[in-house]
């Protein structure tokens, strides 16, 4: 049986450099070698980095104390209400959002079902695992694309999932003037950065002469003023990533009246270019820390690049969907905890844990530095 590593020489082998949007799919999520497809335990102390939710109940509490007031601003007739996670790794996140709602609203609880979209069989047998005690409410699809999945009204949301999807890579020759893509080759021992054959592409205002995989090139890019690209340096490296566009397309799709809603780390697009990211912002993690090599060890380490939330939020709005708010994570749980403090006796009694919690998810030296969430609705 071959290794991931042989895998992904062998189609290097066929096809030559490997787009690194291929590269990262099969690191991520190859069937069976796959760093999300083996890999349970990335996340916490024990992990290779920390979530939200690793930081204990409080975080699925404040979204559960939300969601519920969302669902019955709805005020649907009939009895069914529906929220949709993405991404749910292990099921945790949804595990402390549903036990909130059981305690704490019951009767919306009663007429709840709660879906996890899931593709990988792994993932969907440790969500199985801790959400057995609610498996009445909870049900699993492979993806927007599956038959069974309805158009509905409620909640989909999704918690650092957009941050995984495979991306593309562009740099910037100084000499030349013009955007590249960055591929994959193989050495004879290791994976090493290559330019995609015939990838090259002017700027400003010549897209519309732009073939094949450059047709990704954020449009951005294309109207930067000349003296920006005077002093760009060589190799300067961005990203993007139409699959999580895409998804985000197929999300609003679904939804016929709700919230879509997203939380993970990024940039506008105004603040993409920067001084400090001459290389973009993909990044490895290990036990915690960056790796030096995101092209080594596939299967073994993270990867993840930050969120392009203009292009996010324009996919969004051009499918039909209205921005009701964009805002640093801090801002968002702080403002549903200062509700929460007043209608909700769960969110009266405090502690240190809870102390604890609030800290590392808002303070800026912890989660709250980096993290935004994005709210549309229809």
């Known amino acids: 049986m071959k290794t991931l590593p042989q895998i ?72 069914g209400l529906r929220i949709v996670e993405a991404g749910a790794h292990d099921g945790r996140l949804a595990r402390d959002i549903l036990t909130w709602l059981q305690s704490n609203r019951p009767q919306l609880f009663a007429r709840l079902e709660y879906c996890l979209l899931e593709p990988s069989t792994a993932r969907r047998e440790w969500q199985h695992e801790v959400l057995k005690s609610f498996a009445p409410r909870v049900r699993w699809f492979s993806g927007f694309n599956d038959p069974a999945f309805p158009q509905f009204s409620g909640i989909i949301f999704s918690n650092e999932l957009l941050d995984a999807f495979p991306i593309q890579r562009f740099g910037w020759d100084a000499k030349n003037q013009k955007w590249f893509e960055w591929g994959v080759a193989a050495s004879a021992e290791k994976f090493v ?77 105004d603040e993409w270019f920067s001084p ?28 993840t690049a930050h969120v392009n939330f203009s292009a996010i939020q324009k996919a969004g709005e051009e499918a039909g969907l209205k921005t009701e708010s964009f805002q640093t994570q801090p801002q968002f749980l702080t403002r549903i905890l200062e509700k929460a403090a007043r209608q909700e006796k769960s969110f009266a009694e405090w502690n240190a844990s809870r102390t604890r919690q609030v800290q590392t998810l808002t303070h800026p030296e912890h989660l709250g530095r980096a993290f935004r969430v994005l709210v549309q609705s229809r």
């Open 8 to 79: 992904i020489r062998a189609e290097i082998a066929a096809n030559g450099v490997l787009p690194f949007a291929r590269f990262m799919e099969l690191a991520l999520y190859c069937p069976d070698y796959g760093y999300y497809e083996q890999q349970k335990d990335t996340v916490g102390r024990r992990g290779d980095f920390i979530t939200s939710v690793s930081t204990g109940e409080l975080f699925g509490q404040l979204l559960a104390f939300q969601f519920a007031n969302w669902l019955e601003e709805l005020r649907i007739a009939d009895c």
């Open 193 to 269: 950065w290559a330019r995609m054959p015939g990838s090259l592409a002017p700027p400003n205002g010549e897209r519309a002469g732009v073939r094949g995989p450059l047709k990704n090139l954020p449009s951005s890019i294309f109207h930067l003023p000349s003296s920006l690209l005077a002093v760009l340096p060589d190799g300067y490296t961005i990203e993007t990533s139409p699959a999580a566009e895409n998804w985000w397309r197929e999300a609003a799709g679904k939804l016929a009246g709700g919230k879509l809603v997203t939380i993970d780390y990024g940039f506008t697009g």
């Open 276 to 303: 400090a990211r001459v290389y973009g912002t993909l990044r490895a993690y290990f036990r915690h820390h960056i790796s030096d090599d995101p092209l080594a060890n596939p299967g073994e380490q993270d990867l």
